[in-house]
């Protein structure tokens, strides 16, 4: 089942949301608010290699340079 990010345009709160269907409202968890805005973010997925045992990638929490603390991302500053 799909797990998508949202951000809250009241308070600007990052929240997941395990979404079942087109119809479910959604509101913040913080405020309360429906005004959310799907956000992209990054999966985690390990990157196919030719070279032998996989190597642990360098980058951000995600796994992408940069992504710690960007808006959507998946980890908070």
């Given at each position: ?15 997941e ?48 340079p940069?992504?710690?603390?960007s ?7």
């Amino acid at each position: 089942m799909p797990i998508f990010e949202y951000r809250c345009n009241a308070c600007n709160e990052v929240s997941e949301f395990l979404v079942l269907g087109k119809e479910e409202v959604l509101s913040c968890g913080k405020c309360g608010s429906q005004d959310l805005v799907k956000q992209m973010s990054a999966h985690n997925a390990p990157a196919a290699s030719t070279r032998g045992p996989a190597e642990q990638a360098s980058g951000g929490c995600c796994g992408a340079p940069g992504s710690c603390g960007s808006p959507g991302s998946c980890c908070s500053a």
